[in-house]
């Protein structure tokens, strides 16, 4: 059985006790339908997937303008935060009918264990948004090592309840880019480990080499986000970003899907849409 959206049509009476809002005809569980199926593939595939499980055609284009239009509230931490991660992703934006598309960046935030986020461009909303949650008086903030992150989350809380922390596996990735002829790299891959940073430049100090002077450079420059490891490891504490990594990769599966591109108007909207999903805002309760 199929029915057009077109036709659904209600009296008052009927639309208050269903919940609608004026001018509307979806009902909430509808309408969280369709948000639900527009996070997860494009809007013509969300379109076809709606028709087969609800008996009910609703355009492709009318599903991007309820994205576009949905008050879809931000996602707030149930439990104090003691770690985050902050990464960016890209997204191909359109530009002028002659013009290519371009690639453009956001930035993301996990907080472990809990929710995530994303802003195009927004890097003020970003800390805005980490600010409103739950921190703990310290919190863990690791990141690789792009300057962009580090200016990013040097904003998120006062120094004295900020930890930075470089992610350990972009440590392990910059270190083995170095010729194993020129050096032990599992010697140092244990001093680091163990937090015995100044050994290591000094290994490092007197090779010509210009890889291993870049990683000399590189450790010199994030020498106060490099603790020991082990130690943090042993203590149950996150020493990577992983959890970030995951999530951009998870909006990437919706944003850069093929052939798909947005206006900078529409970035954010989706990039909300996507996050709320992923923090179970779609999942029906048994109110619902």
Aim: glycine share 6%.
């Amino acid at each position: 059985m199929k029915t057009c959206i077109g036709q659904l049509k209600v009296k008052s009476r009927r639309a208050r006790t269903l919940g609608l809002k004026p001018r509307t005809q979806v009902s909430p569980v509808m309408g969280k339908c369709c948000l639900a199926a527009s996070a997860k593939s494009s809007y013509q595939e969300a379109e076809q997937d709606i028709e087969l499980m609800m008996g009910m055609k609703v355009g492709h284009s009318v599903l991007q303008r309820m994205v576009l239009r949905s008050e879809i509230p931000e996602a707030q931490s149930q439990q104090p935060v003691k770690a985050l991660s902050v990464d960016g992703g890209n997204m191909r934006l359109r530009t002028a009918e002659t013009g290519p598309c371009v690639w453009r960046n956001y930035k993301a935030v996990s907080l472990h264990d809990t929710v995530c986020a994303a802003y195009f461009q927004d890097n003020q909303a970003l800390v805005d948004w980490v600010q409103w949650q739950p921190l703990r008086s310290v919190v863990l903030c690791i990141g690789d090592g792009h300057d962009g992150i580090w200016n990013v989350i040097k904003l998120l809380a006062p120094e004295y309840q900020r930890r930075e922390i470089l992610d350990w596996y972009h440590l392990m990735e910059n270190l083995y880019k170095i010729d194993p002829k020129q050096c032990c790299l599992e010697r140092l891959k244990a001093l680091l480990w163990s937090g015995f940073v100044d050994e290591v430049l000094a290994i490092l100090k007197p090779l010509p080499h210009h890889p291993a002077q870049c990683f000399r450079a590189y450790l010199r420059k994030h020498r106060r986000r490099l603790v020991n490891y082990c130690l943090y490891q042993s203590l149950g504490l996150d020493i990577g970003s992983g959890s970030v990594e995951s999530t951009v990769k998870r909006i990437a599966a919706r944003v850069k899907l093929t052939g798909a591109q947005w206006l900078s108007s529409s970035a954010p909207h989706i990039l909300r849409l996507r996050c709320a999903y992923l923090n179970g805002a779609f999942v029906l309760s048994n109110n619902t």
